[in-house]
T-cell receptor, first 115, second 112 residues
């Protein structure tokens, strides 16, 4: 069964360091999402890609976060420099297309701890 | 703007008892509604979704939900809880543009 892959699964870093997360969506899925899930809360969308183009990054803290999907397939989310408040689960999801009724498939996530 | 309210951050039921997890939504357009389940340190898995067809939606693992427009609700139910149902459950609403807005989640505990 096709799945969304993410790595690493866990990351511990010190504040002010740079971190990067990788996501490989289900093959053929044009739409890719990055979510941040703070402990005890629901996921919050950070950025949405349609192929290689950013569709929505209104909630992405652009002073320290960046995301790219250069060839419209896999994607990287970077934080530089990391802050204590960035400790969270970072979830990647993909869907066939960016329509409201279409299911989003989630990866297992990367749990980030910033010390 | 759209939003979701999940009443009860923690729900505890006995094995074999009815499961009822509450979700109310706010949306300026007819919504799409979803329930996802999350097990510890895992991603989210779709249980069921409402996309303006039948108001009673059946999902996986015996769960179902009923869309009630007059009450702006989309509560999740299961007739008989099983130990394996213990997890966190998220209700989400999507406008026609595909952006999902999640509730804060309900942690379900199933006791013997």
């Amino acid at each position: 069964e096709a799945e969304v892959a993410q790595s690493p699964r866990y990351k511990i870093t010190e504040k002010s360091q740079a971190v990067a997360f990788w996501c490989d969506p289900i093959s053929g899925h044009a739409t890719l999402y990055w979510y941040r899930q703070i402990l005890g809360q629901g996921p919050e969308l950070l950025v949405q890609f349609q192929d290689e183009s950013v569709v929505d990054d209104s909630q992405l803290p652009k002073d320290r976060f960046s995301a790219e999907r250069l060839k419209g397939v896999d994607s990287t989310l970077k934080i530089q420099p990391a802050e204590l408040g960035d400790s969270a689960m970072y979830l990647c999801a993909s869907s066939l297309q960016g329509q409201g009724s279409v299911e989003q498939f989630f990866g297992p996530g990367t749990r980030l701890t910033v010390l | 703007a759209q939003s979701v309210t999940q009443l009860g951050s923690h729900v505890s039921v006995s094995e074999g008892a009815l499961v009822l997890l509450r979700c109310n939504y706010s949306s300026s357009v007819p919504p799409y509604l979803f329930w996802y389940v999350q097990y510890p340190n895992q991603g989210l898995q779709l249980l069921l979704k409402y996309t303006s067809a039948a108001t009673l939606v059946k999902g996986i693992n015996g769960f179902e939900a009923e869309f009630k427009k007059s009450e702006t609700s989309f509560h999740l139910t299961k007739p008989s809880a099983h130990m394996s149902d213990a997890a966190e459950y998220f209700c989400a609403v999507s406008d026609r543009g595909n952006k999902l807005t999640f509730g804060t989640g309900t942690q379900l505990k199933v006791e013997l």
